[in-house]
């Protein structure tokens, strides 16, 4: 009878390492919801094979990811996900002859599931299957990171050092088991910039640059620059250079340099500057540069006013008014989006621009100022303040058909405001000398509303000044228009 069974076993067992392939397929192409479907519908949930088994574990724990960012899963629906994968991947481990990558997902389905002690046990398991093993090695590594973590946010300072330990002793023998390898020198460096963040102590950061100075050694191509420049911050300025000095000066790589400037706080602003000029000297076109300086620029000027350096103070904000200027002529549309993701950060962002071209034409850099106060315009069109601004330079620049429109602008938002009313027939009196009788409208009726606040009793004593002048203007433009005087 035994006999009879052992063709159809095998049968079976080859259909089902078929099928684990098909579904690798889907899984590979991202579609974890068929891996899974194909894999079940042939009972491999139920099977001993252990690559169908691993196959249909990871589509599981890739289905659950994908549900969850969906916003399908909710509460325990998402550890029970995740535990469902280990469970099958669990099986595949004891099915016999699981590969390291099994071991691993099994780890990382149990972590996501909350299960912190048997995703490491799972990695030992690993480990004790596949002894040298780096991805096995730098799972575990990762859960004891993840658990130090843990220990700090509860205090525990002296279980998270030594859970630190065991996990760096653990990236050093990954360092050591493969000498072509990156992963391990970046995680390690990883770990003891964490370390340094917690515990400040140089040696921490220096052990940190160190590692990724040999991941760079050992294949610059391979590591992410963007990555290793936001966890070093400036301690990686000296391996850019290494890397400078190796293929020659490059706009890529001075631009990492500058972002590395940025990146750390304090600041320093001489090389924040220093590095991102050079790079617009390399490559003009690049000119996405002039945000990391406008913004750094701002920052050097508060420390400088906070410090009583007023000269240098306003040199840095008109720097900062520049800069911004130039990088919204390129990418305006694209910060707009940005701020205006949310109304406040956008409130926030306009205050300080309007701030900035006040500095700016306090200096007679009107240009820079203008495109601060358009730009704000798009982000707040409602902002009455921003078109009266906008008028006023215009009016000086010489432009009084785009000052006519910007009054436009700030009467449709403050229709009862007696100064922008009679600005704005200012405009059409003076300057176009054109459409008398609007211009008399609005003469007529900023004089009446001025003598209802002034007379209301509720205006506020700081607007006091400001409706009276627009009384005592509107009075007089309304008298010389009515005899044809043009000359203001």
């Known amino acids: 009878m035994l006999a009879a069974l052992l063709p159809l076993l095998l049968f079976q067992s080859s259909d089902l390492t078929a099928t684990a392939a098909k579904a690798q397929a889907f899984l590979d192409k991202g579609d974890a919801m068929a891996a899974v479907k194909i894999l079940e519908d042939a009972g491999a949930v139920n099977s001993k094979n252990t690559q169908a088994l691993t196959v249909l574990g990871v589509a599981q724990l890739r289905r659950t990811e994908a549900l969850i960012a969906a916003g399908k899963l909710r509460g325990l629906q998402i550890n029970d996900g995740f535990l469902e994968a280990a469970w099958t991947l669990e099986a595949a481990v004891n099915a ?6 099994a071991y691993v997902q099994w780890s990382e389905a149990l972590l996501n599931g909350g299960d912190y002690k048997n995703a490491l046990k799972a990695t030992e398991n690993g480990l004790r299957a596949h002894p040298e093993n780096e991805a096995v090695r730098l799972q575990k590594s990762r859960i004891l990171v993840t658990e130090a973590a843990r220990y700090e946010g509860l205090g525990k300072t002296k279980k998270r050092d030594t859970t630190w330990k065991e996990a760096e002793d653990l990236l050093q023998d990954a360092v050591k088991f493969n000498e072509k390898s990156v992963t391990p020198c970046i995680k390690l460096g990883e770990l003891k910039r964490l370390q340094f963040a917690a515990t400040q102590n140089a040696s921490d950061a220096k052990d940190a640059q160190k590692a990724w100075g040999m991941a760079l050694n050992r294949n610059a191509d391979a590591v992410n620059l963007s990555s290793m420049v936001q966890w070093l911050r400036s301690d990686a300025i000296p391996l850019l250079d290494g890397l400078i000095k190796e293929k020659g000066v490059d706009p890529t790589l001075v631009w990492y340099q500058g ?8 600041r320093n ?8 000029e050079l790079v617009l000297e390399l490559n003009p076109q690049q000119t996405d540069v002039w945000y990391f300086l406008a913004d750094a620029a701002m920052t050097e000027g508060v420390r400088l006013n906070d410090d009583g350096e007023e000269k240098k103070s306003s040199n840095a904000f008109l720097y900062s008014a520049k800069g911004w200027a130039n990088y919204f002529n390129d990418f305006g549309p694209n910060y707009r989006a940005r701020v205006q993701a949310g109304t406040d950060r956008g409130k926030q962002v306009v205050e300080q621009m309007k701030w900035l071209a006040g500095k700016a034409v306090a200096r007679r850099k ?6 601060l106060l358009y730009w704000s315009s798009t982000v707040m069109p409602k902002d009455v303040e921003v078109w009266n601004n906008i008028a006023l330079l215009e009016r000086d620049f010489g432009t009084p058909s785009k000052a006519l429109h910007a009054y436009e602008r700030a009467g449709e938002v403050s229709p009862n405001d007696p100064q922008i009313l009679n600005d ?10 054109k459409e008398d009788e609007k211009a008399l409208k609005l003469y007529a009726d900023a004089i009446l509303l001025a003598e209802e606040l002034l007379g209301s009793g509720d205006l506020p004593v700081e607007d006091t000044a400001r409706i009276e002048t627009a009384l005592r203007d509107s009075r007089n433009n309304l008298k010389r228009l009515k005899k044809g005087i043009r000359k203001n």
């Not at 016999?96 to 990558?101: D, N, S």
């Not at 009107?366 to 495109?371: H, M, N, Y």
């Open 424 to 433: 704005w027939a200012v405009i059409l009196h003076y300057y176009l000398k």
């Open 96 to 101: 016999g002859g699981a590969t390291p990558q």
């Open 366 to 371: 009107s240009e820079s100022a203008l495109t």
């Open 269 to 276: 602003w001489a090389d924040v500057r220093r590095y991102f």
């Open 259 to 266: 972002y590395a400037a940025y990146l750390e706080w304090p």
